[in-house]
C-alpha cells in the first residue's frame, strides 16, 4: 500500500511539472492588465529571431505533411489526348482502337515499404524538435524580458534618487558658496562642497546614462518605444 501510494505522488508530482507554454508567452488576442506580461507579448511578436523558430515549425509540418502523401507515388495515370478523342466523328477509320485513352500503372519496390514510414517518423522527430526549439525560444525570450524590465526599473529608480540628491547637493552648494564669497567660511569648507557637488552630479549623470541604456535594451527586445506600449 505505501508502495502505491508512493508512486501516485510520484505520478501526479511528474504530470504537474508539464509547463503550457500559452501561458509562457500569452497568445496575441490574450489581454493583460500585467505591464510586464504585456511586455514578454510583445517581444514575442516583434523580434526576427522568434519568427523564424515559427517558421522552422511550419517548416516541419511541411515535411511531415509531404512524407505522408508519398504512397501517392506508387500509382501512375496517364492520358492519351488527339484529334480522334477530341473529335471521335473524325476517326472513320477506327485508328483509335490503337491509341488507348489512358495508362494506368503502378510501381512497387519492397525500399517503399520500410522507406515511406521512416520518412514519416523522421520528419515527425524534426516536428518536434522545431517545436522544442520554439517551446525554448519562449522561455528565453521571458527571461530576457523581464530582466531587461527588472532592470530597466531598479535603474530608473536609482536615476531618479541620484537626480534628488544632486538637486538637494547643488542647493546645498549654492548657500556654501554664497558663505564663502561673504567670508563666513573658509576655503577648505568650500572646496569640500565644491567636491561633493561635483561627485554627486557625475552619480547622477552616471545613473541617467544606465537608465536610458537599460530602456533601449529592452526597447530592441520589444521592438518598438516603450512609450509606445499600450
Excluded: C
Amino acid at each position: 500500500m505505501k508502495k502505491l501510494i508512493f508512486f501516485l505522488l510520484i505520478s501526479t508530482s511528474a504530470l504537474g511539472q508539464y509547463v503550457d507554454y500559452n501561458k509562457i508567452i500569452l497568445p496575441d488576442n490574450a489581454q493583460t492588465n500585467d505591464f510586464a506580461e504585456k511586455l514578454v507579448q510583445i517581444a514575442w511578436r516583434n523580434h526576427p529571431d522568434n519568427e523564424m523558430f515559427r517558421r522552422q515549425v511550419n517548416v516541419a509540418g511541411y515535411d511531415l505533411k509531404k512524407s505522408s502523401v508519398e504512397w501517392a507515388d506508387v500509382v501512375r495515370f496517364t492520358g492519351n489526348v488527339n484529334e480522334f478523342v477530341l473529335n471521335p466523328n473524325a476517326d472513320i477509320y477506327s485508328r483509335a482502337v490503337f491509341f488507348p485513352k489512358y495508362n494506368l500503372s503502378a510501381t512497387l519496390s519492397l525500399g517503399m515499404f520500410f522507406q515511406i514510414p521512416y520518412n514519416v517518423k523522421q520528419n515527425r522527430e524534426r516536428m518536434m524538435i522545431a517545436q522544442t526549439q520554439l517551446n525554448s525560444q519562449k522561455l528565453a525570450v521571458r527571461n530576457q524580458v523581464l530582466k531587461g524590465y527588472n532592470e530597466y526599473l531598479m535603474r530608473e529608480k536609482m536615476y531618479k534618487i541620484q537626480s534628488q540628491l544632486a538637486l538637494d547637493n547643488e542647493t546645498s552648494h549654492k548657500l556654501v558658496e554664497q558663505k564663502f564669497k561673504n567670508g563666513e567660511i573658509t576655503f577648505e569648507q568650500y572646496s569640500l562642497s565644491l567636491s561633493t557637488f561635483s561627485t554627486t552630479t557625475l552619480a547622477q549623470i552616471e545613473a541617467e546614462k544606465d537608465y536610458k541604456n537599460a530602456k533601449l535594451d529592452l526597447e530592441r527586445l520589444i521592438g518598438m518605444k516603450l512609450e509606445d506600449v499600450r
